[in-house]
């Protein structure tokens, strides 16, 4: 049985994830994501613009590599709930006649992002638990190892055929201590191991750091370090990180007990993440902190948080330096809550290592500074395995053949030297491919 490999995005850039495996007469997509680089700058008037136009800007993935065979896919599989692995699924996925399988979380996600942007998904959606497979056809099934990242329910993908495994692990760390969830399903990927594994397509972004990527309890320290450990007094405090970063926020709102403040979660992508995870039961954050979706409503909320910073914690969106975010009203003064001298604002993240972000942050963190705020940037551990936890996965998988994803050519081939340094061929048993080319497993 023939099987190809279609790179279709992720393949060179961080984001925009999207791959399709072509196994004989059938096929599965593997994530539709957008690249955030050129998202971020157009997203107020995303709606507006054409599915093709979108693809000529390089914002979502231009599948038409597979044009040709798209009555052949029969499913896409979406991995974890990030946009850069799902916010393509709107545009895309009605082009082709299957259902989309994935884990419960991300279901959440994708129908309350439906909800809030107004548009359905005309395919079935199929919830998969982690550590559960899904007999696809005769000849393909999807099984979903649990995997530890910076949102619930990661999942690395394994795609089993008659000619062996094919693992999609974007994207995974080896956490040994996490917050929410159980640790990576490394019993199952030992199974692997000693199963025939053709191949093993592989997460990229912090391949060239030669370290093991730390837990999330790293984090947690890291943050009660800050907030609890220095002088905060009456000033007011300001947390921001990523949406989806359920176990940071869980941190946070912890801390914010532990300090006495009332905690207050402002924006829309922070209302739909956490309303997701309690509909799950992963947390309960409603019971004891505000919600609020959006600034707009809430006015007269805020001249209040305003008059009483010392009694609040505020987590805000806009940790990426977003134009219309929480965080950038705030410092822009449009909104009724203003930044003053001293107050803390905590960066519980890093920066997307893409120029349009970067770029942002560096505005956002320049305006905080001229309000004389005391700025924490990058209290934070990555979501991403480095070098070492690249190693360790390829040592326990042993598959036959290597292929880097979700970077630029300079991440892919960090992973490629990784792999020679393990007897892999680059060109033999070691494939760098660029977005719309394939090879042959």
Known sequence: MDITLHALGGYEEIGRNMTCLEIGDQAVILDMGIYMDRFVPIQDKIDQLSTKRLIQEDVIPNDEPIKRFRNKVKAIVLSHAHLDHIGATQRLASQYNCPILTTPYTTEILRQKAKDYKFQLKNKIISISPNSSYHLSNNIEIEFILATHSVIQSSMLNIITPEGNILYSLDYKFDNMPII????????????????????????????????????????????DVILGME?????????????????????????????????????????YIAAAERLDFVNFSQQAEIMKSTYGSKGSLKDIHKHRQDYLIVATGSQGE???????????????????????????????????????????????????????????????????????????????????????????????????????????????????????
């Open 323 to 441: 134009p219309n975010a929480t965080l950038s009203k705030i410092v822009n003064g449009n909104v009724p809550f203003t930044l003053l001298p001293n107050d803390f604002v905590i960066f519980a993240c890093g920066v997307i290592p893409t120029p349009t972000i970067q770029g942002n942050r560096q505005t956002l963190e320049h305006k905080i500074r001229h309000k004389h705020c005391r700025i924490f940037k990058d209290i934070h551990v990555s979501g991403h395995g480095s070098r070492e936890d690249i190693r360790d996965l390829i040592k326990i998988v042993r598959p036959d053949t290597i292929i880097p994803a979700h970077g630029n050519m300079q991440k892919l081939a960090s992973v490629a030297t990784l792999a020679t340094e393990m007897d892999y061929t680059l060109g033999k048993n070691v494939y760098l491919l660029q977005n719309g080319q394939h090879v042959r497993l």
């Open 181 to 224: 969830g159980q640790l990576t399903n490394k019993q199952r990927l030992r199974q692997l191991g000693n199963e025939k594994t053709i191949a093993l397509i592989v997460d990229s972004t912090n391949a060239e750091k030669e370290l093991k990527t730390f837990s999330e309890s790293v984090a947690r320290e890291m943050l009660r």
């Open 232 to 272: 905060i007094g009456g000033h007011g405090v300001i947390v921001t990180t990523f949406s989806s970063h359920i176990a940071r926020l869980k941190t946070i709102f912890d801390i914010g007990r532990d300090l006495g403040r009332k905690i207050v979660f402002i924006g829309r992508s922070l209302h739909e």
